[in-house]
């Protein structure tokens, strides 16, 4: 029902900033949580944040809590994540993904994902 497609990734040097898009389809993009994640070179895939389907509620990964602002265009069928201060062990490739449910920081819980975009950030 919902396809999901990132873009905004790129190379930045470190203290530099970024703002990744999530472009969904779908009538109901709406009605879905959304969330990002990460996933570097040799690592496991990693929680970031996410966002309530009514977007009045957010939650962060203690790594990127004051630094990244994640928020949603409901109107544009977009979420953003805006991330400053970037540091080198911020590069990974980030996904999105979206639920019907609720919000979690389980890859599990969620039923769509895009392709990821690459975010590598020069020390």
């Known amino acids: 029902q919902v396809q999901l497609v990132e873009s905004g990734g790129g190379l930045v040097q470190a203290g530099g900033s970024l703002r990744l898009s999530c472009a969904g389809s779908?009538?109901?993009?709406?009605?879905?949580?959304m969330a990002w994640f990460r996933q570097a070179p040799g690592k496991e895939r990693e929680f970031v944040a996410a966002?309530?389907?009514?977007?009045?509620?957010?939650y962060y990964a203690g790594s990127v809590k004051g630094r990244f602002t994640i928020s949603r265009d409901n109107a544009k069928n977009t979420m953003y994540l805006q991330m400053r201060s970037l540091k080198p062990e911020d590069t990974a490739v980030y996904l999105c993904?979206?639920?019907?449910?609720?919000?979690?920081?389980?890859?599990?819980?969620?039923?769509?994902w895009g392709q990821g975009t690459q975010v590598t950030v020069s020390s």
């Open positions: 779908g009538r109901t993009f709406d009605a879905y949580s």
């Open positions: 966002i309530a389907w009514t977007g009045t509620g957010t």
């Open positions: 993904a979206a639920t019907n449910i609720y919000p979690t920081p389980s890859g599990r819980q969620y039923d769509y």
